[in-house]
């Protein structure tokens, strides 16, 4: 450990790590506060869906030469809406729906590089994740966005939390299941967009689902899944980051590996504890 | 004289071409403990979501006695809840209540007023030692008693429940039947389902049978010496 420790002051001198990990940070938060409602609801795959949608934006962004965030954000959210209207109009399942317009997006994505040559490169960057590519416009817009995620989700809490557990029983109260439903959409088209920065396309919807799921393993109510679930996936944004720094690896993989750890090592704890 | 809380004028509705709801007529008296019987299919269910307000549209009136059964002021529980999610990261409190969110305009955020409220229903109910237990931890007839702790957390005056005792043994079912014989009798007006008539025969004052269109409606003791009894339990006359 001690031989690291001058490894970490130094990855603390650098800018781009500091951005990093502020930008991971508030992802996680973002992740983790919508993860539940998205894994609970069964609608975990809509983010992994949404993450697809935004190779083929990211892709559409370089070609035009303008800000892969301010157009990624727009389109990703007009395909999650997409999905729910088809199915809710169309007879088609939520997970059939997600499978079209993901596919479709990938087809969209791969198409624009092909023809396009000159921001591969570019576009690589956008399915694994580089922290190395956020600038500092990326990481205000970032702060902005997913303070503004996390208060929305603060304001709708209670909403959320009764459509989460019984939506039929919530229509009862009076509450616009549909607005909330097209609400989560929104707030996790945004979050998959600005996660796609630090692990990339591929590996974003693991952000959204491993913290929540880890916290599943221990927690008895619902404040203390998103809490628990919010710590995990900060500090394994942390510890990916510097672990990533110090052997050189990729860091979007790094931070998924430490996710997957923690949930290893939750699950055997809750094991552990229905053994006792 | 007893006020009408709800007054039910040639009700129809369709799924498609599938007539579900034929010409259905009825009232419901303040303080009645109406049960809803009939077969699988007969649209037990889909008359009480149509109620409800949570399916649409249909023909016909529905009216409900705006000082008595407004909607701020009806309870709920809901067919199948007892087998959700047993995973499901949730407290008794917090789920019990989500019952207040009806009375809450703008940001529904809870006050120590509202937690009270909380504490009170689940000791009336007795089942306060379980406000920080997990729900999914809970047997069948504790979640049972939760979700009504849900549904008369905001004191109804009209309570809905589709077939709640469904999953329950005998014992716990007889139990849930009387704590629900209590609350009609501090006047809360109850629509119980029930595919078992038996069951919940000694509770109710009056019975709707249901077979798409109404078969019978009326005090029990009439539909107990009645000829609809005995096509309810499937007996053909003879003559």
Known sequence: MKEFLPLIMEALQQDFILRGIVVGSLIAISSSFLGIFLVLKKHSMIGDGLAHVSFATVAIALLLNKSPLIIS??????????????????????????????????????????????????LFSYLFGSILVISKMDLILSIILSIIV?????????????????????????????????????????????????????????????PTVTALQVSNSFNSTILISSIVSIISVIMGTFIS????????????????????????????KNNN | MMNNVITVENLNFSFGKNQILKDISFQVEEGDYLGIVGPNGSGKTTLIKILLGLIGPYEGKIRFNDEIGNKNSIGYVPQGAIKRDRLFPATVEEIVATGLLS??????????EDYRKVENILKKLGIYGLKNRKIGNLSGGQIQRALLARAMVSKPNILFLDEP?????????????????EINREGVTIILISHDILSI??????????NREIIFYGPYDQFKNSKEIAQYFGITSRD
């Open chain 1, 73 to 122: 954000i727009p389109l990703v959210i007009l395909s999650s809406f997409l999905i729910l209207k088809l199915d809710e109009k169309a007879d088609i399942h939520g997970d059939a729906a997600i499978g079209l317009i993901s596919s479709l997006a990938i087809a969209v994505g791969v198409l624009i590089s092909s023809i396009s040559k000159g921001f591969n490169v570019d």
């Open chain 1, 150 to 210: 996390i208060l929305i989700i603060c304001i709708f809490y209670n909403s959320l939390f009764a459509i989460t557990y019984d939506e039929e029983f919530a229509n009862v109260l009076g509450i616009n299941s549909k607005f909330i439903n097209y609400l989560i959409s929104t707030l996790t088209s945004i979050t998959v967009v600005l996660g796609i920065r630090i692990v990339g396309t591929m590996l974003i919807s693991s952000m959204i689902i491993f």
């Open chain 1, 245 to 272: 720094y110090i052997f050189n690896l990729p860091t979007g993989a790094t931070i998924v590996i430490i996710n997957g750890m923690f949930f290893l090592l939750f699950f055997l704890i809750r094991k552990l």
């Open chain 2, 103 to 112: 009375q809450k305009k703008g940001m529904k955020f809870y006050s120590k």
């Open chain 2, 165 to 181: 005792t469904s999953a329950l043994d005998p014992k716990i079912r007889e139990d849930f039947y009387s704590i629900l014989k």
């Open chain 2, 201 to 210: 025969k000694k509770y109710v004052n009056k019975i709707l049978y249901l």
